[in-house]
């Protein structure tokens, strides 16, 4: 059973879409607590989706887009079709994201470990999953893991996402406030027990 955070972490286009998930995350891989990893699919999903939620030009997400594959050159896996042989029980719209962790095994170093971390936990077969040897988180739980392990650089990045949601012209909300709208219920308790201790 894991109990560490992972080496490599997949995020699937549903997480990289969330402005809070995503600064969280990548402010995490940026500080080297693991390595992100994604695949074109999962690439040409974020820019068709973030385009239409956030009514951006084409040309300005790809720009976003751009600066993650230079800021993680590692993370994508390119092309991995070749990875979904053999898969059957989990959702077939959803057998690439499960193909590039397969990928990122397939690149990774020995005994490094490999999770996807995902709002669509049923759309995966964890058994499936299991006799692959990949993991598989939902947000929130990765979260819990990250902070009881790099407790100071989770809280720090937390700090800054209020006001980084606020500059993007977002109506500004507490950190509790957004957490809870991310659904991080575990994890908002933790940041909260921490914020009124530190308040006490």
């Not at 560490?4 to 080297?32: E, F, H, Y």
């Not at 993650?68 to 993370?75: D, E, K, M, N, S």
Request: net charge negative.
């Amino acid at each position: 059973m894991l109990t560490a955070v992972p080496d490599i972490l997949v995020i699937d286009t549903c997480v990289l879409l969330s402005n809070v998930l995503r600064r969280l995350l990548l402010g995490l891989a940026a500080q080297g607590c693991f390595q992100p990893a994604w695949s074109g699919v999962i690439g040409d999903e974020w820019r068709r989706n973030a385009s239409r939620i956030w009514n951006m030009p084409r040309e300005d997400i790809q720009a976003q887009w751009d600066v993650l594959q230079g800021t993680f050159p590692r993370a994508d896996q390119g092309d991995v079709s070749l990875y979904k042989d053999g898969l059957q029980r989990s959702d077939p719209k959803d057998w690439h994201v499960i193909a590039a962790a397969l990928a990122a095994q397939a690149h990774s170093e020995d005994g490094q470990v490999v999770a996807i971390v995902t709002r669509n936990i049923r759309d995966f077969n964890r058994t499936e999953l299991r006799q692959r040897g990949l993991f598989l988180f939902d947000p929130d739980q990765l979260l819990q893991r990250c902070w009881q392990q790099y407790p100071q650089k989770v809280f720090s990045l937390c700090a800054d996402i209020p006001a980084d949601c606020a500059r993007e012209g977002h109506e500004a909300e507490s950190l509790d406030s957004l957490l809870r709208r991310e659904r991080l219920f575990r994890f908002n308790r933790l940041v909260a027990a921490v914020e009124n201790k530190a308040g006490s």
